[in-house]
């Protein structure tokens, strides 16, 4: 009977461990020969990478990488190249990162003791077309979840936007709504502090999903314009942010990926493909072990 590791003592076909070695596979990147097994019960074969997270999968040398490139603000394109890959390669390496990202983050759960959450404004592909990012925080600076959703132009573009593109609608609610509710299924203490921003809509979301739960805003452009002050007045430089954790992770994904960096060339156009890379950005801010 051949060896196999703990996880592949039966059949992936069929759960006999009646099977024998039946050849190998070379694996052209990492230069190795993989065992192939023949299950004597149902004729089917199998290898230790049946069972694996990168079944099928070529250049698995290069996913760890492709990770650490996509989350220091580099594009899928600039990416390919410097790994020198194709860019089919990198761009299915972002699909599966993502959803293995997904994967993991659906089954954590969080102890936290202060909620932050608050939206992020994005675009598809033209400012024309802009889209809201529904973010949650932990007051040990986890993120806790992320939604994208599609808000119609504002402003001076926002005849011009319905004139090309027709109406769009405003899921910034629906969102946020979403996000809070899947924070909620989350949350391992269900007694916490919910902090955001003084949206108008924020307090019936929260007062919906979080009936009973301490609910704070704060008036963050007043804040914005006493910091701004503040910079020549040379007095007390630190003024206190009560929704640090939130603006710091902000800032810090606008600065990690790629397609959030501000006047960038590199821009999200399908907007599934933006929580993708958010779902990475949680990936590496939560430190989740997605390669083992
Ligand atoms: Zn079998």
Redesign the pocket.
């Known amino acids: 009977m051949a060896q196999l590791s703990i996880h592949h003592r039966k059949?992936p076909?069929?759960g006999?461990n009646y099977?024998v070695k039946r050849g190998y596979f070379y694996k052209q990147h990492t230069k190795t020969y993989i065992p192939r097994y023949n299950?004597k019960?149902?004729n089917?074969t199998f290898s230790t990478r049946t069972l694996s997270p990168t079944f099928k999968q070529k250049r698995t040398d290069l996913n760890p990488q492709v990770f650490q490139y996509l989350t220091s603000g580099a594009s899928i394109r600039a990416t390919a190249k410097a790994l020198g890959c194709t860019y089919k390669t990198a761009y299915l390496k972002f699909l599966w990162l993502s959803k293995r990202a997904q994967d993991i983050h659906q089954k954590q759960r969080f102890s936290l003791k202060e909620l932050y959450f608050d939206e992020m404004l994005s675009i598809e592909h033209t400012k024309l077309k802009p889209l809201t990012i529904a973010l949650a925080v932990s007051d040990s600076y986890e993120i806790l979840g992320v939604q994208v959703g599609k808000i119609p132009a504002q402003g001076k573009i926002a005849t011009i936007s319905r004139r090309k593109y027709g109406y769009r609608p405003n899921e910034s609610s629906v969102k946020t709504k979403d996000l809070l509710t899947e924070v909620k299924r989350q949350a391992l203490i269900k007694r916490f502090t919910i902090k955001s921003d003084s949206k108008p809509e924020y307090h019936r979301i929260v007062k919906k999903i979080f009936s009973n739960l301490p609910y704070e805003q704060f008036i963050s452009k007043e804040n914005k314009d006493k910091r701004r002050e503040q910079k020549y007045l040379k007095t007390e430089k630190h003024i206190f942010d009560p929704l640090f954790p939130i603006n710091h992770i902000c800032a810090r994904s606008r600065d990690l990926t790629k397609r959030l960096v501000r006047r960038s060339w590199c821009t999200t156009k399908v907007p599934e493909h933006l929580e993708r890379a958010l779902y990475l950005l949680i990936a590496k801010n939560n430190k989740y072990r997605l390669f083992s």
């Open positions: 059949c076909h069929c006999s099977f299950c019960s149902c089917k």
